[in-house]
């Protein structure tokens, strides 16, 4: 087994996430797919419900409509609280092992050590590896080591947010771009249609990103958004039929 001699050996292999940003950037094509099949399934489960009350293209439309906005803002919003408490937990950490290397940097330098050693190294070496590293960059050093963090990737409640509302909105609009283009007789069996291909794509490209089976991971998102369509359908046609709608 050959060992890299320079970190141009690492860029020889550029599918490897030998990096935090490329890690970081999976984690946002995951959060944009799951965004999208929210906004498939929850788009495409309330206007095919309205279409089973009610064959008023108006009606679809203006619930259709509002399920869209409402639908990327809800997304949104939960978004940015969620990754503003991260992110305020990320700096919470950052600060506070700043303090601890301006007011103990030789028990610094001894945890950090003593982690190489928990790792597998000898001493000696977890001792040259500290101090080389905490001469470089002692704060970078430390937050990866101990904390898994990168002063550089604090993450952005602000993208997060605008990354989910555009996701979903991209998501929603092929439910309801199907429910409304086609003739009243088959815009019902065409929305199926193209919410199950969507939902199929969604599921691969997800199940690649997270390097798991396709299949399986196809399979769970088609039956469950299929069900979603059904049981709204079915509500929505009772409805319609018992004169409530």
């Not at 503003?84 to 600060?95: A, T």
């Not at 590293?133 to 990168?150: G, K, P, S």
Request: aromatic residues 4%.
């Amino acid at each position: 087994m050959t060992t890299p001699s320079s970190d141009s050996d690492f860029a020889r292999q550029p599918d490897e996430p030998h990096s935090g940003s490329l890690a970081g950037r999976l984690n946002w094509l995951r959060a944009g797919v799951l965004g999208a099949n929210d906004g498939i399934v929850s788009v495409a489960a309330i206007v095919v419900g309205v279409a089973g009350a009610s064959s008023s293209t108006p009606a679809i439309l203006a619930a259709g409509s509002a399920a869209l906005i409402g639908g990327a803002i809800s997304m949104a919003l939960g978004e940015y609280v969620s990754v503003s408490s991260q992110r305020d937990s990320q700096r919470s950490l950052i600060e506070k092992e700043r303090v601890e290397l301006s007011t103990d940097p030789d028990g610094e330098l001894l945890e950090l050590a003593g982690l190489y050693e928990a790792r597998g190294l000898t001493p000696d070496t977890a001792h040259r590896v500290a101090v080389e590293l905490t001469e470089r960059d002692a704060l970078r050093a430390h937050l990866a080591m101990e904390l898994n963090i990168d002063e550089d990737d604090v993450v952005s409640p602000w993208s997060a947010a605008g990354a989910s509302a555009l996701s979903f909105l991209i998501g929603g609009i092929l439910p309801l771009l199907a429910i409304l283009l086609p003739p009243e007789a088959v815009r019902v069996p065409v929305t199926f249609a193209v919410v199950i291909l969507a939902l199929a794509a969604t599921g691969v490209i997800g199940a690649r990103l997270g390097g798991s089976p396709a299949v399986r991971a196809t399979v769970r998102v088609v039956v469950g958004g299929a069900l979603a369509l059904v049981a709204t359908f079915v509500v929505g046609s009772l409805l319609g039929t018992a004169g409530v709608v």
